[in-house]
């Protein structure tokens, strides 16, 4: 069931992308009608959810030696955003694969839902929690819940403002913002042309630990040229609580671009860049430019995730770059983790070294903390700068999309 919604969700992406960047200009209408499309099936996807979340009992049995009959809860945060999709796939082929029982939910970005499904993980017996947090801090009283009965805690991705989370696997945050923002710098040679060059930003959602990563990684690196304006931000918005879109949504990315760009840049005003934390947003970032930008240049946008639609946009030229993060890997770590911590084994890098993965992960133990004093072991992998140039040789080469019939990549899991 989950693939038939991957499926429709893709389908929807793909009517986007080929509305959003077809043939002559591809019209806006047409833009407007996938977008609505592709909302829709996100939204089907998520009205959906209540049935398909958690596996039947059939899906979910089968234990080897290794398992040993323990059960894995893992709570991702929505369907409607891609890449949720595929790490909730990964997980749970990798988990059921090594012999672990698994229940997969998915609470459609709802944090109170989240609350409830870890809640029925609980009492259902799980031995250890996977959690990619909708809210990082909503989450408490259930994390609290699942600390009183011993519940070992992975915090997937997103870290959850809590001590009981005995562990945090993710990529280096950070660093996706700085790579971000070093593309615009790169792209628009900052360091030798002679400018002034005109920017915006797009960030991520504020209940999302990550999201202020992001940003600051992407504003740190380019904040030098701001300061001695070889970069305007002609909005004026460059305040984290003002560029930041809930939920990471599409819509609200669109919404808010439309606005800037009527308010700063309807007089013909050059927009050069336009810096947003990810590929969701991207998508109704580029969408406004496509429709509502007067100027001809091709402004570079940046995001983050390999998201199908933004693929076919960066082969169309309409998005610039993707920061890709491999999840298969991520969810081979957690995977390697949780089976440490449920042997009972010491955990620091030595983890790393014993596994041999064939990619590149540091053990952090510095870089983030569940409260003040507290640091949270950390797991981090590396992010990667996608491009038009180099999409076959870091996706399909290593089997992470193939080529469509049309050209364009498609995912090859889900
Ligand atoms: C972040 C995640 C990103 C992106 C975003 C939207 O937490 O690290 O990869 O997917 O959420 O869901």
Redesign the pocket.
């Known amino acids: 069931m989950k693939k038939k919604t991957l499926a429709l969700i893709l389908a929807a992406c793909m009517a986007l992308s080929l509305a959003a960047c077809g043939g002559n200009g591809g019209g806006k209408d047409e833009t407007k009608a996938a977008t609505q499309a592709a909302t829709e099936a996100a939204t089907q996807a998520a009205d959906n959810q209540g049935t398909e979340a958690q596996p039947a009992e059939g899906e979910t049995a089968g234990t080897t030696a290794d398992g040993a009959g323990k059960t894995v809860g893992i709570s991702m945060?929505t369907q409607s955003?891609e890449?949720?999709n595929r790490d909730g796939a990964y997980l749970d082929e990798q988990f059921k694969a090594a012999g672990y029982n698994t229940i997969v939910t998915y609470s459609d970005n709802k944090a109170d839902q989240q609350v409830n499904d870890i809640q029925n993980m609980l009492s259902q017996g799980v031995d250890l929690l996977v959690v990619?947090a909708i809210d990082g801090e909503a989450l408490n009283p259930v994390m609290n819940d699942a600390g009183a009965d011993n519940i070992p805690i992975i915090a997937y991705?997103?870290l959850i403002m809590n001590d009981n989370v005995s562990y945090y696997v993710?990529?280096d945050?950070y660093t996706?913002g700085v790579l971000q923002g070093t593309y615009v710098k790169e792209a628009l040679d900052l360091d030798n042309a002679e400018g002034p060059f005109n920017i915006e930003f797009t960030a991520?959602?504020p209940a999302?630990n990550?999201?202020g990563y992001?940003f600051n990684g992407a504003m740190d690196t380019l904040k030098p040229y701001i300061e001695d304006g070889k970069l305007n931000v002609v909005s004026g918005q460059t305040e984290f609580d003002v560029v930041a879109t809930e939920q990471?949504q599409t819509d609200v990315a669109l919404d808010r671009a439309q606005n800037v760009l009527a308010s700063y840049y309807s007089d013909g005003t050059k927009l050069d860049a336009w810096l947003c934390s990810?590929?969701?947003t991207a998508l109704g970032v580029s969408q406004a430019v496509t429709s509502d930008y007067a100027g001809d240049n091709d402004v570079i946008i940046t995001g983050?995730?390999g998201d199908v639609a933004n693929l076919r946009n960066i082969k169309d030229g309409v998005q610039s770059m993707t920061v890709y993060?491999a999840v298969a890997n991520e969810a081979v770590v957690t995977l390697d983790l949780a089976k440490a911590i449920l042997n009972g084994d010491t955990i620091d890098e030595s983890l790393i070294t014993a596994a041999g993965w064939g990619f590149a992960c540091d053990y952090d133990t510095e870089s983030y903390a569940t409260s003040e004093g507290h640091n949270c072991p950390s797991f981090l992998l590396v992010p990667d700068v996608v491009t038009v140039d180099n999409m076959e040789e870091k996706l399909v080469t290593p089997g992470y999309y193939k080529v469509g019939d049309d050209g364009y990549l498609e995912a090859t899991n889900g």
């Open positions: 945060p955003l890449r949720w990619a991705d997103r993710s990529f945050n996706v991520g959602d999302d990550n999201a992001f990471w990810n590929d969701s983050q995730d993060k």
